[in-house]
């Protein structure tokens, strides 16, 4: 890239907070808000939760780990800039010295990208905790609706497979979409008293009715 690429690049992005999170609306209406009940709604800030609180403990480890490389490059530097067996002042040849000049620089480059490193992980934590915060208050503001019950609840999970699969079912048929045998077949699934499984029975039946009445007229015709 040229320089006057570069500076223009500069110029654009300076003073410019680059987001690499999800933004709070899409937290709230497509991970959250997505899901068709209550319940579940509460069980998605907990899985979110629990998948971010993994990603801050490897944030963190990757931030100590590389907090030790880079004292350990320090060592290393002091080392190639001490007098002695392994500094510069040992009476080497030319050749010997541009070597160590060279190895103490790229040394030095080194540690300079990892310690930049570490304004992108104290980012990375700073925006997985900006997430974690929106949770934790959409848990808490879920919860004084309705306490979280057990995931295996079986209201809860006959109510969410309810919801679901209604609402599968709706989006197809509102596109022109034929219904999916598979998702008929889960439909059917259901206990008895699932609203959609009924639904589906008698759109079923109805079917049937109109199929044997169209043989019929077939048949008359003949």
């Given at each position: ?25 899409q ?109 934790v ?33 709706q ?30 029975l008698?759109?079923?039946?109805k ?16």
């Amino acid at each position: 890239m040229s320089t006057e690429i570069y500076n223009l690049v500069n110029e654009v992005l300076d003073g410019k907070e680059i987001m690499d999170r999800h933004s709070f609306f899409q937290l709230r209406y497509f991970l959250v808000g997505k899901e068709p009940t209550h319940q579940m709604r509460l069980w998605r800030c907990i899985r979110e939760l629990n998948a971010r609180r993994q990603t801050l403990d490897s944030l963190n480890l990757e931030l100590e780990d590389a907090k030790d490389k880079a004292e350990l490059m320090e060592i290393n530097i002091e080392r190639l800039k001490t007098p002695g067996d392994f500094g510069v002042e040992r009476g080497v040849d030319a050749l010997d010295k541009r070597e160590l000049d060279i190895r103490l620089r790229r040394l030095i480059r080194k540690k300079q990208a990892l310690e930049a490193s570490f304004a992108n992980i104290h980012k990375k934590i700073r925006e997985v905790e900006e997430e974690c915060a929106f949770l934790v208050t959409a848990y808490k503001n879920l919860e004084e609706q309705e306490a979280l019950k057990p995931y295996d609840d079986f209201e809860s999970q006959l109510k969410y497979w309810d919801a679901k699969i209604s609402q599968d079912i709706q989006i197809r048929m509102l596109t022109g979409l034929p219904l999916d045998p598979e998702l008929i077949k889960t439909s059917l699934s259901l206990d008895d008293r699932s609203a959609i499984k009924q639904l589906t029975l008698k759109m079923m039946n109805k079917n049937k009715i109109s199929i044997a009445a169209q043989q019929h007229f077939k048949a008359l015709d003949k």
